[in-house]
């Protein structure tokens, strides 16, 4: 999470645009108080080969390759062999049209 000036972010939006692309979230502050977060409508998502190329970059800058924690790497190998697709409850189901001026008041 980058902090900036409200006076920063709008010298260089386009740079903070860049940040935020590439996956930084941006809190722009105003007399250091933070007035706004910045960041991706989507998470930033990679292919296999760029966490490879990720992961490989960070043990260089270490100078060695981290190791899973057996237990961990047990606890891991456990939740993927036993997945199931996700249901969502009928809560977290909002249709595609819906929008928030239709949403009723005299159900609050």
Request: glycine residues 2%.
């Amino acid at each position: 999470m980058i902090h900036i000036s409200a006076e920063e972010a709008a010298s260089d939006f386009a740079a903070l645009l860049d940040r935020v692309r590439a996956g930084d979230e941006v809190v722009i502050e105003r007399d250091a108080r933070p007035v706004a977060v910045v960041r991706a409508v989507e998470p930033t998502r990679r292919s296999i080969s760029e966490c490879i190329a990720l992961a490989e970059a960070h043990a260089k800058e270490l100078g060695y390759e981290p190791t899973l924690d057996p237990a961990f790497a047990a606890d891991l190998a456990e939740i993927i062999d036993n997945r199931q697709p996700w249901k969502p409850p009928a809560w977290e189901k909002v249709p595609a049209t819906f929008s928030p001026s239709e949403a009723r008041t005299s159900d609050v």
